[in-house]
C-alpha cells in the first residue's frame, strides 16, 4: 500500500498500547504488520477566543430559554420538578422552633440535635434553635398594648390568627404558558380547571406560598383558626409556576457585561450606607459558587448592582456606562414582573428607585420605590413571628431590605413633602443588627453578639431610628394648619433628642470613623439638621420678612435653631468635601443638604443687610459657593445653584474674578475659587446695604424656585401648594399679632 502522507498524530492502537508508530497514513507500519485496525482520529481544537466563547454563551442563553419556553408549555399539574424541589423545605417545617422577635447571645449553638453542621452541609434555610434574647433588641412598635391576664390571652388568640408561615412569601401569579382552546366538551359543560393561584378577597389563600402575607384582619387567618389542617392540606395543590419564563428574548449573561470592579465599587461606595444586598451572597452567586435565585429576577438585580456601582465610582458628570447598564436591567422588566413577589425583585426594584432619584428622574424613582414598598409588605418584610422555621442570616437580611426601605421612603417623601406613606403601625420587624459579615453567615445557627464598632449595618439602623423617631414631627409640619413654634420645639424635645443622645458613640456626630464610613456618618448629621431646617424654617423666614419686633421667646428659639443648624450643615459640607473623597455619591448628597442649608441665611442677608450677623451669613455663604464650585465637574446640577444663589443675593457680596475656577452661569460669568486656597473675598460692614425691594408676597412666590431648583416652577408649586399644609398662608400671615411691620 502507497503512501499518501503522514498524520501529526500517532493512530489510536499505538496509543493504546504506547507503541511508536510512524504516522504513515493511511495506516501506520505496525498495524499493517499485526494486521490491526490503523485509526486516526480528527483532531479538532476548539479556539480559545472570546469571539468563540461569546458565541457559546450566547447559543446557551438561546438554549436555556427555549428549555424554559417549552416548560411553561406543560400543564401545572404535570411538573413534578417542582413538587420534588419543594419536598424538603416541607419536611424541615416543624423541626425546631425559634424566637425571632429578639436575636440570642452571641456563643449560643444549637444542641441536642445530633445533626452535623459542617459549613458544607448547611443550607441558608436551616432553622435555628430558640436561644436568648439580647437585652438591647428592639422591635419597631409604636404601642405595645395589653397585660395580665388579658394581655397574655390576646397575645395566645393572635398567634393562632397569624402563625410563623411554613415557607417563605415568595409567591408567584403568572398564567401558565400554555392556552387551551375551547373544545366542544368544555363549551357545553364550562369544565374549568381548578386554579391554584390565590385569590382576589384573601380568604381561601391560607398557604403563604399562594397569597403572600396576609394579616390578622383577612380572612385567611379566620380560616387558618378555625381550620388549621387546611394549611398544610392545601400545600399539596399543584404549585404555580415556579419560573418566569421570557419566550421572546433571551436573558443576557451579566458575567459578559459586569465587571468586578463595578461590584467592587458598589459594595465599597454605596453598600456601607445602604446594605440592601448580602455582599457575601451576591459575591458568591455572580461567582455562581451557589445557585443564582429568582432566574432573570437576580440578572437584573445584577445589572442595576453593577449600574449604581459604576455611578458612584465616577469622579466626573459625563460618564455614560451606567446609563447602558440601567438600560440593560429596566429592558427586562416588563408587565409580568407584577404577577410575581420574590425578595430579589423587591432588592432589584429599591436599587432602580434609588439610582433614577440620583439620576434626576425622582418621580420615576418614587413609582419604582412604591412598588418595591408593596412587594415588600406582601412578602411579610414587616413581621417577625414566633417560632419561624428561618435562618439568622435570612431574618437579618430581611431585616436589612425593610429598613433600608424605609430610609428611602421617608428620606423620598421628605424631599418631595409629599404626604406620608410609610406604615408605622403593624410593623414588628427588628432593626438591623450592628454585627460584621463574618460573624454571621448561612451556617450560622444562632446571633452573634452585637459589635461595639462601626459596621456596614450601622448607618441603616441609626437612620432608620431616625425616621421612626422623627415621622412625628413631619406630620406635624405638613398638615394644617401649621404649628406653632412651642409645639415644635416639644416634638423636637420628645422625639428628636432622645433619638440623637441614644446614638453609639462610636457613630456619634464627633466620633472619628474610618474613610470607608465618611459619607454615611456625614449624612446622618446632614439628614438631622436638614430636618430641623425644614421645621424651623417658615419662622426664619417670617422673621426675614416681617421683622423680630414682638416675636415671642419660642419663635426666637426656632429661629435661632434653624439658622445654628444650617451653619452647622455648610460647615460639615465644607469640610467633608475638603477632606474626604470625591464621587457622585458624595457630590450629589453634598449639594443637596448644602443647597437646602444654605437658602437660610441667604433670605436673611438679602432682607436684613445690615444686621449683626449678616458677617457670618456672608461667610457661610462664600463658603457654599466654593464647595459648590469643587461639586461642578460631578454633579451637574451644581451650575443651577450656583447661579440662583448669585441672583439671590450676589449683590451683598464682594468678590473678584482673579482666580481661575469658574462655574458658568446664564448671563454672565462669575468667578469662585474653590476650596484649596483663599478666598479673594472681602467681608466687612455694609452701612450702604439696602433690604431687597421686593414685598414678601412677591419673595414668598421666589421661595418655590429656590427650594426645588431642578424641578420645573410648575411642578414646584404643585409640590408646594399640593400639600394642603397652609405653609404659603403661614409665611404670609399678618394676624397673629407677633409683628406689627408694614410690608415693604
Known amino acids: 500500500m502507497s503512501s ?7 493512530c489510536k492502537e499505538c496509543r493504546r498500547r504506547k507503541a511508536r508508530c510512524d504516522k504513515v497514513l493511511p495506516t501506520c507500519s505496525l498495524c499493517i504488520k499485526y494486521r490491526r485496525h490503523c485509526l486516526y482520529e480528527k483532531h479538532s481544537r476548539t479556539p480559545l477566543t472570546r469571539k468563540h466563547l461569546t458565541e457559546v454563551e450566547e447559543r446557551l442563553e438561546r438554549a436555556e430559554a427555549l428549555v424554559q419556553q417549552m416548560r411553561g408549555l406543560i400543564p401545572s399539574n404535570l411538573r413534578t420538578w417542582e413538587r420534588q424541589n419543594s419536598q424538603p423545605a416541607e419536611q424541615q417545617a416543624d423541626e425546631t422552633d425559634f424566637d425571632f422577635s429578639a436575636p440570642p447571645d452571641g456563643g449560643q449553638d444549637i444542641s441536642g440535635s445530633g445533626i452535623d453542621m459542617s459549613p458544607i452541609q448547611v443550607d441558608i434555610n436551616t432553622a435555628p434553635q430558640r436561644s436568648t434574647p439580647l437585652p438591647n433588641q428592639e422591635i419597631s ?37 400554555h392556552i387551551q382552546g375551547l373544545s366542544p366538551k368544555t363549551a357545553v359543560e364550562g369544565h374549568e380547571e381548578e386554579s391554584p393561584i390565590s385569590d382576589g378577597m384573601a380568604s381561601l389563600s391560607v398557604n ?42 433571551p436573558q443576557p449573561s451579566p ?109 420615576s424613582g418614587y413609582n419604582y420605590l412604591g412598588l418595591a414598598v408593596r412587594m415588600a409588605m406582601g412578602l411579610g418584610l414587616h413581621k417577625e413571628f414566633q417560632g419561624w ?19 428611602f421612603d421617608v428620606g423620598a417623601t421628605i424631599t418631595f413633602s409629599r404626604p406620608d406613606v410609610w406604615p408605622y403601625k403593624g410593623v414588628e420587624v427588628s432593626f438591623p443588627l450592628n454585627v460584621n459579615d463574618k460573624d454571621l453567615t448561612a451556617a450560622s445557627q444562632s446571633y452573634p453578639q452585637e459589635s ?13 431610628r431616625f425616621h421612626v423617631a422623627a415621622h412625628y414631627c413631619y406630620e406635624k409640619i405638613i398638615s394644617r394648619p401649621f404649628p406653632t413654634a412651642e409645639e415644635l420645639l416639644h416634638l423636637d424635645s420628645e422625639h428628636i433628642e432622645p433619638w440623637r443622645v441614644s446614638i453609639p458613640a462610636y457613630f456619634s456626630e464627633k466620633a472619628a470613623v474610618p474613610s470607608r464610613y465618611a459619607l454615611s456618618h456625614a449624612v446622618m448629621s446632614w439628614r438631622l439638621w436638614n430636618l430641623r431646617i425644614v421645621m424651623y424654617r417658615p419662622f426664619v423666614i417670617r422673621f426675614a420678612l416681617k421683622g423680630r419686633t414682638g416675636a415671642n421667646e419660642a419663635s426666637r428659639k ?17 469640610d467633608f468635601w475638603k477632606n474626604h473623597e470625591h464621587n457622585r455619591l458624595a457630590a450629589w448628597y453634598s449639594l443637596y443638604f448644602l443647597f437646602q442649608a444654605v437658602l437660610v441665611p441667604c433670605i436673611c442677608l438679602r432682607n436684613d443687610p445690615a444686621a449683626e450677623e449678616a458677617a457670618n451669613w456672608r461667610v457661610q455663604i462664600i463658603s457654599t459657593l466654593h464647595v459648590i464650585t469643587a461639586l461642578s465637574s460631578i454633579n451637574i446640577s451644581s451650575d443651577r445653584c450656583h447661579q440662583i444663589i448669585l441672583d439671590l443675593c450676589g449683590r451683598y457680596l464682594d468678590y473678584r474674578q482673579e482666580q481661575p475656577g469658574t462655574v458658568a452661569t446664564s448671563g454672565n460669568r462669575r468667578s469662585i475659587e474653590g476650596l484649596n486656597g483663599p478666598a479673594n473675598i472681602q467681608v466687612e460692614t455694609w452701612p450702604e446695604a439696602q433690604a431687597v425691594n421686593e414685598s414678601p408676597q412677591t419673595q ?20 408646594v401648594m399640593g400639600d394642603q399644609a397652609g405653609w404659603m398662608d403661614f409665611l404670609s400671615s399678618e394676624a397673629s399679632g407677633l409683628w406689627n411691620m408694614s410690608d415693604t
Request: net charge negative; charged share 20%; proline share 6%.
Open 4 to 10: 499518501i502522507g503522514s498524520s501529526d498524530q500517532a
Open 141 to 177: 412598635n409604636d404601642v405595645v398594648e395589653g397585660s395580665g391576664s388579658d394581655g397574655r390571652q390576646l397575645d395566645e388568640s393572635q398567634r393562632n390568627l397569624e402563625s410563623p408561615p411554613l415557607y417563605d412569601f415568595e409567591w408567584c401569579e403568572k398564567e401558565a404558558g
Open 208 to 249: 403563604e406560598r399562594e397569597g403572600g402575607y396576609l394579616g390578622v384582619a383577612s380572612g385567611a387567618a379566620m380560616l387558618r383558626l378555625i381550620d388549621p389542617v387546611t394549611r398544610r392540606r392545601a400545600s399539596s395543590r399543584p404549585q404555580p409556576v415556579a419560573s418566569i419564563t421570557s419566550p421572546i428574548t
Open 255 to 363: 458575567n459578559r457585561h459586569i465587571a468586578e470592579t463595578m461590584i467592587d465599587a458598589y459594595f465599597r461606595l454605596y453598600h456601607v450606607s445602604y446594605p440592601i444586598v448580602h455582599e457575601p451572597t451576591f459575591r458568591a452567586q455572580y461567582s455562581e459558587l451557589i445557585a443564582r435565585p429568582n432566574g432573570p429576577c437576580w440578572t437584573i438585580l445584577a445589572y442595576i448592582v453593577a449600574a449604581i456601582g459604576v455611578w458612584v465610582s465616577s469622579t466626573t458628570s459625563n460618564q455614560a456606562l451606567d446609563l447602558a447598564l440601567f438600560n440593560q436591567a429596566r429592558s427586562m422588566l416588563n408587565f409580568d414582573f407584577l404577577e410575581i413577589g420574590n425578595l430579589t425583585l423587591v432588592q432589584a426594584l429599591t436599587l432602580f428607585s434609588n439610582y433614577q432619584q440620583k439620576r434626576d428622574k425622582p418621580n
Open 389 to 407: 422555621n428561618i435562618s439568622p442570616l435570612n431574618m437579618e437580611i430581611r431585616r436589612r431590605v425593610w429598613w433600608s426601605l424605609c430610609v
Open 452 to 464: 461595639n464598632q462601626i459596621t456596614p449595618y450601622t448607618a441603616v439602623a441609626v437612620q432608620a
Open 558 to 574: 426656632a429661629f435661632d435653631q434653624c439658622l445654628a443648624d444650617a451653619a452647622s450643615s455648610i460647615k460639615s459640607i465644607a
Open 700 to 719: 414668598i412666590n421666589n421661595i418655590m424656585n429656590m427650594m426645588w431648583p431642578n424641578v420645573h416652577p410648575m411642578e414646584a408649586a404643585d409640590v
